[in-house]
């Protein structure tokens, strides 16, 4: 397994996490928080990544679920967390094993592989009065005002009771439950020549300006990765600071990518 990868802002500044085993990729996106948590989504998601990373290390052919639901735990329990209070992240894991592929994703990040495409979009499909609002806001030209952070501090009260429950959607946070209802899928690693993880702040951005052919972005190195990702957020803060062309919660999400091939 060969891995590239590229992110924006680097990983010490970014709520994105990135881990590689020997074996794995895990992409963590720690949700941004519009009201008060704890400890920031960025230290909740390293601290979680870093957890996974050892889990899957120690014991690389274990179910992705127990690995995750551990690593859930081992974190909450690290930094004290209360479920009413706690940050959340999304989870992707790509794993070679043996003659084949297993992957993870829990959340709204993104892979894409030649033939199929797999996320996990249970949080989108509740869709909710306060996401309707703050997206028409901005269309209509608002901006990033007090009204705006107000809507969405509604919104994530009105996810927060839908987290990690029937009818709701799952993510990371303090009940490793959740692990067990990650979307997973088995690939055969001859039939899956490679795959793209890509975080939402990312591929949102990447979909709107049709920057959208994968099999080029494989044969990309890091640097032109990291390109691609700058484009966006030039795009972003050049051509739609407002939030008018693309509604998205903030102007700028943290933007990560990265690219595993595997050998015939």
């Known amino acids: 397994m060969q891995v590239k990868s590229a992110q924006l802002p680097p990983i010490q500044h970014s709520a994105d996490k990135l881990f590689t085993s020997d074996n794995a990729v895990i992409l963590l996106d720690g949700a941004s928080a519009f009201v008060p948590v704890p400890v920031s989504a960025s230290t909740y998601a390293d601290h979680l990544g870093k957890s996974l990373h050892h889990s899957l290390s120690t014991y690389p052919d274990a179910d992705l679920r127990a690995s995750l639901a551990w690593a859930i735990q081992e974190a ?30 829990l959340g709204d990040n993104l892979l894409v592989l030649p033939d199929e495409t797999v996320t996990d979009d249970r949080v989108d499909r509740l869709d909710l009065p306060p996401r309707r609002k703050y997206r028409e806001r901005l269309a209509a030209g608002t901006g990033y005002d007090e009204e705006h952070r107000a809507v969405l501090r509604e919104l994530q009260t009105q996810q927060a009771q839908r987290r990690n429950r029937v009818g709701g959607y799952w993510t990371a946070g303090t009940d490793p439950a959740a692990a067990w209802q990650a979307v997973t899928r088995r690939r055969s690693s001859s ?33 032109e990765l990291t390109t691609t990702l700058m484009r966006c957020q030039c795009w972003e803060a050049t051509d739609d600071p407002m939030g008018i062309a693309l509604p998205r919660a903030k102007c700028h999400g943290d933007k990560s990518l990265a690219v595993l091939t595997f050998a015939e």
């Open 191 to 223: 039939a899956t020549p490679w795959v793209v993880l890509a975080s939402d702040g990312a591929y949102n951005t990447m979909h709107h300006l049709g920057i959208t052919d994968w099999p080029a972005l494989v044969e990309a190195d890091a640097e």
């Open 76 to 105: 909450a329990q690290e930094l004290g967390l209360d479920p009413a209070e706690s940050p959340s992240s999304t989870v992707t894991i790509v794993r070679e094993l043996d003659d084949h592929l297993d992957l993870l994703v």
